[in-house]
């Protein structure tokens, strides 16, 4: 029989449909083969060479010959920072006396993570992935200090049902001048748990996930990665910080060394296990203002792309996941990564 699961950190309920568990095999249907990428694309803007198709980067990382990975401002941004910021821009305003309206002010960059157009994360050098994870920190903090960016928002989208544009490997950071209740109805949602219990309601997760072992895929030196109780969808998989640490952008470089490895290698086993998979990955973590606070807890999630949302769970919020987060972990962990 189904079951109905609720997310101790948010709230938020999801239906395990186990009589409709599926085999990894079962979604390749979904998945699109990828086809062999040159290592070097003439009309790509991200390859070397083609930097003249980007605006001046705002983060590179060189080695002796030329950059191995940069960080510029994305051409068709949603959010844009003039040079000079009027007064007005940044007001809210009523429309029609009760529609609210602001301005489209914020900062969105791609970080180009390699000049090689073929180049997979799950492949490259530990040395290569762990300067992607400092590029995110570097550009979290530098968009942190403008006062009128209010969120912060890392993440990779890989292949075209996850959202990718070009195939070129890379991520993206938006920042934003204002709040999602998505993210703020989870601060409010962890803090009330802070209220009442006392205690970090991540911290307390990742505690009970460790004794039960049945949803946890790796454990490293500072990180835990699981597949959460609820689950949203098959073979999603959640990277907390062993430690408590609320605000990404405190992150060292020993734990920026030991994520990089980490998110390696649930990526690994995802590619292996589920045949290369779109998928998108997403930081989550309190706004900078806030500082590292006691009842949050930053983490990643990591979300195959093997189904889309449709009119049940467009309509209550409710997804049906239809592998049960416990099969997932067992088979991620089965898997050399």
Known sequence: MSEYRQNVVNGEWVIISSERAKRPADY????KNRTSLPEH???CPFCRGNEH????STYEVKNENSWILRSVPNIFAAVSRPEHIPDTLLQRQRVSKIHLLA???GAAEVIIESPKHNANLVFMEKSEVYEIIKS???RFIALSHDPNIAMVNIFKNYGATAGASLEHPHSQIIATHVLSTHITDSL???RRAFNTYGTCIF???IKRELEAGDRVVTVSKHFIAFCPFAARYPYEVRICPLKHSALFGTISTEEMEDLASILQVILKKIYILLKDPDYNYYFRTVPTPDGDVRYFHWHIAVTPRLMKPAGFELGTGIYINTTPPEQSAEQLRNIEG
């Open 136 to 138: 995110y920190k570097e």
């Open 53 to 56: 198709k980007c605006q001046t």
């Open 203 to 205: 911290c307390d997760l």
């Open 103 to 105: 301005q489209g002010y």
């Open 188 to 190: 409010t949602y962890a």
């Open 28 to 31: 390749t249907s979904t998945t």
């Open 41 to 43: 694309s003439p009309d």
